[in-house]
C-alpha cells in the first residue's frame, strides 16, 4: 500500500531502468565534457597541468553551481520534465562548444603572442577561457542529479538514501565509461568536435524522451532545444577548426589522435617547399620538419645538432664509422633521421630506432614525412612512452637522441630524471654520445640546468656540455659515455682546421662566443638533478617563461637611452677603432669565425662602437636577446646614433621588446628628418627600412593590446565565476523551501 500527501499526484514518470540508463548518459557526457575541454584548448594553450588544473577547477566548480541549483529545481512540480530540459540544454551547450572554442580561446590567448612573453596568459587566459566554454555546460549537466534523485523517488517512493545511492551509482557507470570512451575510442575515431557533437546527440535524445513520457508533456520545448542543438552541432562540424593555415601554407592532413590534435601544413613549391607536423599548435610551435630533401635543414631548426656527433667521431677516427646505431627518443615524424640520413658518409651504415608516443604521428610520418619503417635498419615503434621503451631495447647504441615534448614547451618529467638517463647509459656503446634537445632561454634556464643535472648525474658524472641553437628558443645538450665533448676552439670541435662532414662545420660558427656553449660537471649541477620521485619540472617550465618575461621587459624599456651620453666619449671614432670594427665584420662574414671577431670588436675603444659592433656580432650568432641587451647599451652612450636605433628597432620587434622599439622608432625618424645632408639615395634606402618596421610596430602594439586585454577579461572571468559560485550557494542556502508543495511520503507494504 502507498499513501501520498494530499493534492499531490504520483508521478507517471520514467522506469527506473531508463533513468538510470540516461542519468548514466549525462555522466558520460560530463566527462566528454571534461576531458575534451582539455584538448579543445590546447592549440592555444597547450595540455599542461596548470591548463588541466583549470579545466578540472572550473568543472567541480560548475558541478557544485549545478547541483545547487538542481537541488531548488527539484522541488518543482515537474522534476522529470525539468531534468529533461536539463539535458537538453546541455546538449545545446554541448554542441555549441566546438564552435564557440576558436573565438574565445583565440580571445584569452591572442595571436601573435610569443612564448616568453605569455607566462600569465597560460595560466589566466587557460583558466578565463575554461571559465566562459565549460562552465555552463558543466553547471547544467550538474542540475541532471539532483533532478534525477527527486524523479526516483517520487516515481518509487523509499528513502532519499536509497534514490540517491541509486542515482549517483548509474551517474559514476556513466562517468567511467565516458572517461575511458573519449579517450580510447570517441577521439581517435570520430575527432574532437564529432566527440562533442556525439555527447549532444546522446543528451538531446536523453531529454527529449524524458519530456515526451512525463506527466507534463510539451512538444514545443524539446523541439525547440533540439533545433538549437542541431544547429550549433552543424555549424561545429562544418566549420569549427583550430588555427587556420596562414597565408601561404596548404592544409595537408588534419588528425585527432587520443593524445592530440594533429595537422600536416606544407609551404613553399617544389624544392622549396618545407612541411611541419603540427601538434596542438600552442605558441606557434610544431614537432616535425620535413623537405625535400635529406640533411640538414639550416635555418636555426635544433634538429641539425643531432648530427654533430657523428660528424666528430668521423673526424676522431679520420674515417667514416662502419656503423651508426641511434635511438631516438620522442621520433615524431623522423625529422631527425632524416638529418642524419643526409649527413652520414658513404661507407657508414646508418640504423636506427625511433620511439614516438603516439601512434598517428608515425602515421602521418610515414605517409607524408618520408618516415621508414618495417625495415631491419629503420624501426619506429609507435604507441609507447620513451622512457618505458628503455627497458625493451636489445641493442646498444652509439647516439641515444632524446626529443620529447610537448606543446614546445613541455618535458615529461619521466625522461628528465636521473634514472631516465641512468637507462639510456646502459644502452650505450663506449663513447657513445648522448644529445638532447631543451626549451629554454639561456645557458642558465633553470630547465635547461635541471635536465643537464639529471643527465650528468645519470652518466655517472660525465660533464654536460650546452650549446644554444642560433635563432631559436632551443639549447642543445650533449655527453658522452666515458670521453668529454670537443670544446670550442679547438680541432677536434671543428672551429679551424679541416672542417666537419656532412655541411655540419657550419652549426659550430656561432658556438664560441660567451652565451653560446659552455661546459658543466656534476658537482655543480648535482643539488639540481630530479628524480623520478620528485620532479618540479612544470614548475621549472614555468619559471623558466617568467624570467624571461622578467628579462624582456627590462629589454623594453628605453628610458635609460641617453643616460651615459658625454661629448666627449661619442666624438667620432679614431682610425683604430673603424679598422678594428671592420677587422670584426670581416672576420663574421666572411671568415665566419666570431671568436676573433669579438676580440677584435674588444680592442674598440668608443663605447658606442663597441656595443654596436658587439651587438651586430651576437646577433647573427642567433642571439638576439643578448644583442637587443648589447644595442639598448649602446645607446644609453649614443642615443640619436641612427645605426644603434635601427639595431635595437628590429631586434626589439623580433623578441617583443615593442614599447621600447616605438620609442626608438619615433626618434630615428626625428634623427632622419633632421639630417639635411643626407643624399636622395641615401634618404630614400632609410624610408624603405622604416616603412616596413612601422608596419610590423603597429602590429607589435596590437598583439601586446590583445595580451593584456585577454589578461583583464581572464581575471575578470575567473573573478565572476568564484562570485557567482559563493553568491549562488549563500542566497540557495538562506532561501525557504516553497512551500505550494506537500513533500511526498510512502508506505509500503
Known amino acids: ?3 501520498t500527501a494530499p493534492n499531490q499526484q504520483p508521478e507517471r514518470g520514467i522506469s527506473t531502468p531508463i533513468l538510470a540508463l540516461l542519468v548514466g548518459l549525462a555522466g558520460a ?17 597547450g595540455t599542461s ?4 588544473t583549470n579545466v578540472i577547477g572550473v568543472v567541480l566548480a560548475a558541478l557544485a553551481l549545478g547541483y545547487a541549483i538542481g537541488a531548488r529545481l527539484a522541488s518543482g512540480a515537474a522534476p522529470q520534465r525539468t531534468l529533461g530540459t536539463v539535458l537538453l540544454l546541455g546538449a545545446a551547450f554541448a554542441a555549441w562548444l566546438p564552435l564557440a572554442a576558436s573565438g574565445i580561446a583565440s580571445w584569452f590567448m591572442p595571436e601573435g603572442v610569443a612564448l616568453h612573453d605569455a607566462a600569465e596568459l597560460l595560466v589566466w587566459g587557460s583558466l578565463g577561457a575554461s571559465a566562459v566554454l565549460f562552465l555552463p555546460a558543466a553547471a547544467t549537466l550538474g542540475c541532471a542529479g539532483p533532478l534525477a534523485v527527486e524523479v526516483l523517488q517520487r516515481s518509487r517512493g523509499g528513502s532519499a538514501g536509497r534514490a540517491g545511492g541509486y542515482v549517483l551509482s548509474a551517474s559514476t557507470i556513466g562517468s567511467l565509461l565516458g572517461t575511458f570512451g573519449t579517450t580510447h575510442l570517441l577521439m581517435p575515431t570520430l575527432g574532437v568536435k564529432l566527440t562533442f557533437l556525439t555527447a549532444a546527440a546522446a543528451l538531446a535524445v536523453a531529454g527529449a524522451l524524458l519530456i515526451m513520457t512525463g506527466r507534463h508533456r510539451s512538444p514545443v520545448l524539446p523541439a525547440l532545444l533540439l533545433i538549437v542543438a542541431g544547429a550549433g552541432g552543424a555549424i561545429s562540424n562544418a566549420g569549427a577548426q583550430g588555427r587556420p593555415p596562414g597565408e601561404g601554407e596548404t592544409l595537408l592532413a588534419s588528425q585527432d589522435s587520443s593524445l592530440q590534435s594533429l595537422r600536416v601544413i606544407e ?4 624544392d622549396e617547399r618545407t612541411r611541419f607536423l603540427r601538434v596542438n599548435e600552442s605558441l606557434d610551435s610544431f614537432q616535425s620538419v620535413w623537405k625535400p630533401s635529406t640533411g640538414l635543414l639550416h635555418g636555426g631548426h635544433y634538429y641539425d645538432y643531432f648530427a654533430l656527433p657523428y660528424a666528430w667521431s668521423h673526424r676522431e677516427q679520420g674515417q667514416a664509422p662502419k656503423q651508426w646505431d641511434v635511438l631516438v627518443i620522442g621520433l615524431g615524424a623522423g625529422t631527425a633521421v632524416r638529418v642524419l640520413e643526409g649527413v652520414v658518409q658513404e661507407g657508414t651504415r646508418l640504423r636506427t630506432v625511433g620511439v614516438e608516443i603516439d601512434t598517428a ?3 602521418l610520418g610515414i605517409e607524408f614525412f618520408d618516415l621508414e619503417s618495417d ?6 615503434v609507435g604507441g609507447m612512452d620513451g622512457r618505458a621503451a628503455l627497458g625493451y631495447t636489445d641493442r646498444s647504441f652509439d647516439q641515444v637522441i632524446v626529443d620529447a615534448y610537448a606543446n614546445n614547451m613541455e618535458i615529461p618529467p619521466q625522461l628528465a630524471s636521473v634514472e631516465a638517463f641512468q637507462a639510456i647509459h646502459g644502452l650505450l656503446k663506449d663513447g657513445g654520445w648522448v644529445s638532447i634537445n631543451v626549451g629554454g632561454f639561456g645557458l642558465e634556464d633553470p630547465v635547461v640546468r635541471a635536465v643537464a643535472a639529471a643527465a650528468t648525474v645519470g652518466l655517472d658524472g660525465e660533464p654536460v656540455s650546452i650549446g644554444r641553437v642560433p635563432f631559436s628558443r632551443n639549447l642543445s645538450l650533449m655527453l658522452r659515455k666515458g670521453a668529454q665533448v670537443p670544446v670550442p676552439g679547438t680541432l677536434e670541435f671543428g672551429s679551424r682546421g679541416r672542417p666537419l662532414v656532412g655541411g655540419t662545420a657550419g652549426l659550430i660558427s656561432g658556438c664560441t662566443i660567451p652565451s653560446a656553449w659552455k661546459t658543466m660537471g656534476a658537482a655543480e649541477l648535482a643539488s639540481e638533478a630530479m628524480t623520478d620521485d620528485r620532479s618540479d619540472m612544470e614548475a621549472l617550465q614555468l619559471r ?5 618575461a622578467e628579462r624582456l621587459a627590462r629589454l623594453d624599456d628605453a628610458s635609460q637611452d641617453g643616460a651615459k651620453f658625454d661629448a666627449a666619449t661619442t666624438s667620432l671614432p679614431s682610425a683604430d677603432d673603424q679598422a678594428n670594427a671592420e677587422a670584426a665584420r670581416r672576420l663574421s662574414r666572411q671568415e665566419n669565425d666570431l671568436a676573433l671577431a669579438l676580440e677584435a670588436a674588444a680592442a674598440i675603444e668608443s663605447p658606442a662602437l663597441r656595443l654596436a659592433t658587439e651587438a651586430n656580432l651576437y646577433w647573427g650568432a642567433g642571439d638576439l636577446f643578448r644583442a637587443l641587451e648589447l644595442a639598448g647599451e649602446g645607446l644609453a652612450f649614443a642615443p640619436r646614433d641612427s645605426g644603434l636605433l635601427l639595431s635595437a628597432i ?12 616605438s620609442v626608438r622608432l619615433r626618434r630615428l625618424q626625428e634623427v632622419l628628418a633632421e639630417d639635411q645632408s643626407m643624399t636622395e639615395d641615401a634618404r630614400t634606402w632609410w624610408e624603405g627600412q622604416i616603412e616596413p618596421l612601422t608596419r610590423y610596430q603597429e602590429e607589435a602594439v596590437a598583439v601586446a593590446a590583445s595580451k593584456d586585454r585577454a589578461l583583464r577579461s581572464s581575471r575578470l572571468a575567473a573573478g565572476i565565476m568564484g562570485a557567482a559560485a559563493i553568491g549562488l550557494i549563500l542566497v540557495l542556502g538562506l532561501m525557504k523551501s516553497p512551500a505550494n508543495r506537500a513533500p511526498s511520503t510512502s508506505i509500503t507494504g
Open 1 to 3: 500500500m502507498s499513501v
Open 29 to 45: 557526457a560530463t566527462m566528454v565534457i571534461e576531458l575534451g575541454a582539455v584538448r579543445l584548448l590546447a592549440p592555444w594553450f
Open 49 to 52: 597541468s596548470s591548463v588541466w
Open 267 to 270: 609551404t613553399g613549391e617544389g
Open 361 to 363: 604521428v608515425v602515421d
Open 375 to 380: 625495415q631491419a635498419d629503420r624501426i619506429a
Open 544 to 548: 623558466s617563461i617568467v624570467d624571461a
Open 650 to 661: 628590429n631586434l626589439g620587434l623580433i623578441v617583443g621588446a615593442s614599447e621600447a622599439a
